[in-house]
């Protein structure tokens, strides 16, 4: 009898391990359902707050991630610095949205940090149901 109730202990704490191992069930099912073009919101306001790099490492595809991680220590300062200011930018809008078979693709636009309007395409990825940032390339100016 005692021999069950320990089995079932152990069952129990792997379970609640396992759950939490996961993290919030609501919060993978809402990260599923969660549009590029929300994620990239979301990824800008991140963005405009981060003082270092390492704070919008999280949103980076692991391509990119890997890329950051392998520049020295001490270059990483100045390379935020260099992508900050390129990445200045303010009315970002959303104007389109096209799935991919790896993600999607969006098209926005945007003033630059000379009030310039500016085009941009953003490519955002999923990676373990998650939507990440492959790249980001802008255009000001006229065509």
Excluded at 39 to 63: C, G, H, Q, V
Excluded at 87 to 113: C, P
């Amino acid at each position: 009898m005692r021999a069950r109730c320990v089995s079932r202990w152990v069952v129990l704490v792997a379970v609640f391990m396992a759950v939490a191992a996961l993290g919030d069930p609501g919060a993978l099912a809402q990260e599923a359902q969660k549009t590029a073009s929300q994620f990239y919101t979301e990824y800008r306001a991140a963005f405009e707050k981060a003082k270092t790099i390492d704070e919008i490492l999280p949103y980076m595809s692991a391509s990119r991630r890997k890329q950051v991680e392998a520049t020295p220590a001490g270059e990483r300062k100045k390379m935020f610095e260099f992508i900050k200011m390129m990445g200045t930018l303010s009315n970002v809008k959303i104007v389109k949205e096209a799935r991919t078979d790896a993600g999607a693709t969006l098209t926005v636009e945007a003033l630059d940090s000379d009030k310039a309007k500016t085009t941009g395409t953003i490519t955002p990825v999923k990676e373990s149901n998650a939507w990440k940032l492959e790249k980001e390339s802008f255009f000001s100016g006229s065509k």
